[in-house]
C-alpha cells in the first residue's frame, strides 16, 4: 500500500469514526423535536402545532449560543490544538462557559418578563394562538439555562474524542424526553407546558452528565482560573458565527413565513409549516452527523497545515452527504402520507397541505446537503466571511425575496412558500459557483512555518527502519547543525521504536504518521502521530520506573532521552490519534 492510499485510508477510518455516533447523536436530538411534534399533533391539535411554530424562532436562540459557544469553541480548539498550542484550551472553555451562563441567564430574565411581547413579534397575532404558544415557551425560559448547556457540552465531548460518550447521553436524553412527553400530554393533560417541561428535564440531565465526563476525564476541556477575556471571546465566537447566522437568519424567515403563511392559508396554513419545519430540522440533523464529524478533523488539519489531509477529508465528506440526500430524496416522495399521519397531521385538507407540501421540499435535499457541507468547510478551514455570505444568500435574501414573487404568481397559495425555499437552495448553488474563486484566497500564517519532511507509515520494523534512515539524511539536506541532526534523529527513533515495541502484542495492524517543521525563528517541530491505543508518555516519569521495568515494552530511558533534549514536549489525544509534539 503506498503512502497516499495509506493515508486516504487512515482518514476514512477516522472520518467513520466518528459519523456514526456524531449522527446518531444528531438524529437523536431531532427525533426529540419530532416526538415534540408527533404528541402535539396527536393529542393537542393543529392549534397547538400552530403555537409550536410560532414559539419556534425563541428555540433558535438556543441553536446560536450553541454555535456560538459551542461549535465555535471547539472549532477554535481544535485549531490551537493543529497548531500544538495545548495550554490555551483551557481559557477558552472557560470563557465559552462563562459567557454562556451569562448570556443564558439574561435571556432567561428578560423572557420571562416580555413573553406577551416576543410572541406577538414572532407572528401571533390572534390572541389566542399568543396563550398557547406562551404556555409552551414559559417552561424553556425557565430552563433556559440548561437548555443552552447541553448542546454546548455534548459538542466539547464530541471534539474530545468521545463522540460514544456523547451519543450515549443523548439517546438517554430523548428516551427520558419521549416518556415525559407522553406522561404530561397523554397523562397528566397539562399540555403543551408538560411537552416543553419534558424538553426541559431531558436536557437538564444531558447538561449533568455531559459536564460530568468532561471535568473528570477531558485532559483539554477543563475550568481553569482565567481572565475573562472580550478579545477572546471575539476568537470563540467567530468560527461559530456563519451557524449561529444561519439560526438568527431562521428566526426572522420563520416570522416572515408565519405571517406569509396566515395571509395565505390561515391556521392551517402555519400549522402546515410547523410539520415542514421539523421535518427539515430531521433532514439537517443528518446532514450534522457529517459536518459534525468533519468538524473536529478539518479543525486539527487546518491548524496543522495538512492540505493533503483537507482535500482527502473533504471529498469522503461530500460523497457521504450528498448520498444522504439523495435516500432522503426518495423517502420523502415515497412516503410522504405517511410521515404526516405519524406526526399528526393525516386528516382533511391539513394533511393535503402538508403531504403536497413534503414532497415540495423533498426536491431541495440534495442541494441541502451540499450547502450544508460547504458551510462547514469554509468556517472549519479560516474562511469565516464566505461562509457567512452563502448563509445570508441561503436563508434571507434569496428565501425572502423569491417567496414574495412567487406568493403573487400562484396567487397567494400556501405551497408558494415551499417553492420559495426550494428555488433559494438553487439560487444559492449558482451564487456559490459564480462567486468561490473570487471570494476565496489562500490563508497565510504570519507564523508559517516551512514541511521539511512528512510520512506516513505502517508502524511495522522494515518501515520504521526504512523512515529512520530518511530522518538520519536530512541533517545534510537541509545543513542542520550536528547537534541538531542527533536530536532529531534519537527523538524519532525513541518515539517511534518504543511505540512500535508496544503495538508489537497486538494482532491489529497500526500506523504512524511524522512531520518536522522549521519554523522562522529556527525552531525544529517534531510532530508524530499514531492510531495507537491511547498513551501519554510524557505521563512516565523516573518515578514509575518499576512500573515499566514490568512493561517490557516501554522503552523509559528512551522517554527520557527526549525529554532531556527537547525545549519543549507536550502529548495531546486528538480526532482518536495519539498527538506526541517536539519542539528542538
Not at 420563520?254 to 406569509?260: A, C, K, L, V
Not at 399521519?341 to 413534503?358: P, R
Request: proline share 3%.
Amino acid at each position: 500500500m503506498n503512502e497516499d492510499t495509506l493515508r486516504r485510508d487512515i482518514v476514512r477510518k477516522t472520518f467513520y469514526r466518528f459519523l456514526f455516533p456524531t449522527m446518531i447523536s444528531s438524529v437523536s436530538l431531532a427525533v426529540i423535536s419530532l416526538t415534540d411534534m408527533a404528541i402535539v399533533g396527536h393529542f393537542l391539535g393543529k392549534e397547538a402545532l400552530s403555537a409550536m411554530s410560532i414559539a419556534l424562532p425563541l428555540i433558535l436562540v438556543i441553536n446560536i449560543l450553541s454555535a456560538l459557544l459551542g461549535t465555535g469553541a471547539a472549532i477554535f480548539i481544535s485549531t490551537q490544538l493543529g497548531k500544538g498550542n495545548k495550554k490555551i484550551c483551557g481559557e477558552i472553555f472557560t470563557n465559552a462557559c462563562f459567557f454562556a451562563l451569562f448570556v443564558s441567564l439574561i435571556v432567561m430574565i428578560l423572557g420571562n418578563i416580555f413573553t406577551k411581547e416576543l410572541m406577538y413579534l414572532c407572528g401571533a397575532t390572534d390572541p389566542a394562538l399568543q396563550d398557547n404558544a406562551e404556555r409552551y415557551i414559559r417552561p424553556i425560559l425557565i430552563g433556559f439555562i440548561p437548555m443552552v448547556f447541553s448542546p454546548i457540552l455534548n459538542t466539547f465531548l464530541r471534539n474530545d474524542s468521545k463522540p460514544k460518550v456523547s451519543m450515549i447521553i443523548v439517546i438517554v436524553a430523548g428516551t427520558i424526553n419521549l416518556i415525559g412527553d407522553v406522561f404530561f400530554a397523554a397523562v397528566l393533560k397539562i399540555g403543551l407546558s408538560g411537552i416543553a417541561a419534558a424538553s426541559v428535564l431531558a436536557q437538564t440531565l444531558s447538561a449533568i452528565a455531559a459536564g460530568t465526563v468532561l471535568l473528570r476525564k477531558s485532559s483539554v476541556f477543563k475550568i481553569v482560573k482565567t481572565k475573562i477575556s472580550l478579545k477572546l471571546l471575539k476568537s470563540i465566537v467567530s468560527p461559530g458565527s456563519p451557524m449561529a447566522m444561519i439560526f438568527l437568519l431562521q428566526i426572522l424567515l420563520t416570522s416572515f413565513i408565519n405571517r406569509t403563511l396566515i395571509k395565505c392559508g390561515g391556521v392551517d396554513g402555519v400549522a402546515s409549516y410547523a410539520v415542514i419545519k421539523y421535518i427539515i430540522t430531521f433532514i439537517y440533523a443528518l446532514f450534522d452527523g457529517v459536518t459534525g464529524a468533519v468538524q473536529p478533523m478539518l479543525g486539527i488539519y487546518f491548524g496543522e497545515g495538512e492540505k493533503e489531509n483537507i482535500k482527502t477529508t473533504s471529498q469522503i465528506a461530500i460523497r457521504t452527504i450528498i448520498l444522504i440526500g439523495i435516500c432522503l430524496t426518495f423517502i420523502l416522495e415515497l412516503f410522504a402520507p405517511q410521515i404526516c399521519e405519524i406526526l399528526g397531521a393525516g386528516e382533511g385538507e391539513l394533511a393535503k397541505t402538508v403531504i403536497t407540501s413534503v414532497r415540495i421540499q423533498a426536491v431541495y435535499c440534495v442541494s441541502a446537503a451540499v450547502i450544508a457541507f460547504l458551510n462547514a468547510y469554509y468556517r472549519c478551514t479560516g474562511h469565516v466571511m464566505f461562509s457567512m455570505l452563502i448563509i445570508i444568500m441561503n436563508n434571507c435574501v434569496f428565501p425572502i425575496a423569491l417567496i414574495s414573487v412567487i406568493v403573487r404568481l400562484i396567487n397567494y397559495s400556501v405551497y408558494s412558500v415551499y417553492f420559495g425555499l426550494v428555488a433559494s437552495d438553487i439560487a444559492t448553488m449558482f451564487f456559490w459557483l459564480l462567486f468561490k474563486k473570487a471570494a476565496v484566497k489562500e490563508k497565510h500564517d504570519e507564523d508559517s512555518s516551512t514541511i521539511i519532511f512528512t510520512k506516513i507509515i505502517p508502524l511495522e520494523e522494515e518501515y520504521v527502519h526504512s523512515l529512520l534512515n530518511e530522518v538520519e539524511k536530512l541533517g545534510d539536506e537541509y545543513d542542520f547543525s550536528p547537534k541538531i541532526s542527533y536530536y532529531i534523529s534519537i527523538c524519532m527513533e525513541e518515539m517511534v521504536v518504543n511505540t512500535m515495541q508496544m503495538s508489537k502484542n497486538d494482532s491489529r495492524k497500526y500506523n504512524v504518521d511524522v512531520k518536522i517543521e522549521r519554523l522562522t525563528d529556527g525552531e525544529i517541530v517534531i510532530r508524530i502521530r499514531d492510531d495507537f491505543i491511547e498513551f501519554d508518555p510524557t505521563a512516565k516519569t523516573a518515578g514509575s520506573a518499576l512500573e515499566a521495568a514490568e512493561e517490557e515494552s516501554f522503552n523509559l530511558l528512551g522517554i527520557g532521552i527526549v525529554k532531556n533534549v527537547a525545549k519543549e514536549y507536550d502529548y495531546i489525544q486528538t480526532i482518536g490519534f495519539n498527538n506526541f509534539r517536539i519542539v528542538l
